[in-house]
């Protein structure tokens, strides 16, 4: 089992930067990807980023690249988002994500463990 905690979440006003952590619980985190995935209000949870077990690897969607970096710690058993240049359409609930296979995927259904969600809100 792996619990997962987001935090870091807040108000912030159109092109400012907000960073985003997820702790994991569990001896064997480097094991995971790690996604973050977000649902604005009435839409469907979309992907945002995945990042390798190594952190060797990332992926994006194309929403967010140039803008947003995915990155872990697997020492501190946390994954984080650093979102920058924010857009009042990146406003929703942001979730952290882990899946114990290899493939960065932004299938939702492929993720094993989720936690609870962090409200982000950009103001324009």
């Known amino acids: 089992q792996v619990q997962l905690v987001e935090s870091g979440g807040g108000l912030v006003q159109a092109g400012g930067s907000l960073r985003l952590s997820c702790a994991a619980s569990?001896?064997?985190?480097?094991?995971?990807?790690m996604g973050w995935f977000r649902q604005a209000p009435g839409q469907e949870r979309d992907f945002v980023a995945a990042i390798s077990g190594s952190a060797g690897a990332a992926r994006y969607a194309d929403s967010v690249k140039g803008r947003f970096t995915i990155s872990r710690d697997n020492a501190k058993n946390t994954v984080y988002l650093q979102m920058n240049s924010l857009k009042p359409e990146d406003t929703a609930v942001y979730y952290c994500a882990a899946d114990d296979g290899v493939l960065l995927t932004t299938r939702q259904m492929v993720y094993d463990y989720w936690g609870q969600g962090t409200q982000v809100t950009v103001s324009s």
């Open positions: 569990g001896r064997t985190f480097r094991s995971y990807v």
